[in-house]
């Protein structure tokens, strides 16, 4: 059973944008926080970015602060991640995650219960 369903991803050059996009289930999306991850080759797991229902808060990582922007469609139960001035460094599979509970800063991949498949982005120098 598939909850969630990332796209966008792809190549771009340094300096370029991406948006990702995340299409869930009603049951992931609804009423939940949800965030998205990234693993770059030979890394660990990372944050990048969540946001809360009403999206009246979001939270980012501090490497990618000014630089993306996390966003969600409530009537389409589709989460969004816009990447601009994008750095080698940035070059990962990106996942799509969903809370179940409510935490008060939800940046550990541990407070996640539904993941994505995710998609790679590239970044070239």
């Known amino acids: 059973q598939v909850h969630l369903v990332e796209s966008g991803g792809g190549l771009v050059q340094a300096g370029g944008s991406l948006r990702l996009s995340c299409a869930a289930s009603?049951?992931?999306?609804?009423?939940?926080?949800l965030g998205w991850f990234r693993q770059g080759p030979g890394k660990e797991r990372e944050f990048v970015a969540a946001i809360n229902w009403s999206s009246s808060n979001t939270y980012y990582a501090d490497s990618v602060k000014g630089r993306f922007t996390i966003s969600r469609d409530n009537a389409k139960n589709t989460v969004y991640l816009q990447m601009n001035s994008l750095k080698p460094e940035d070059t990962a599979v990106y996942y799509c995650?969903?809370?179940?509970?409510?935490?008060?800063?939800?940046?550990?991949?541990?407070?996640?219960?539904?993941w994505g498949q995710g998609t790679q982005v590239t970044v070239s120098s």
């Open positions: 009603e049951r992931t999306f609804f009423g939940n926080v």
């Open positions: 995650a969903a809370q179940l509970a409510t935490y008060r800063t939800p940046t550990y991949s541990s407070q996640y219960d539904y």
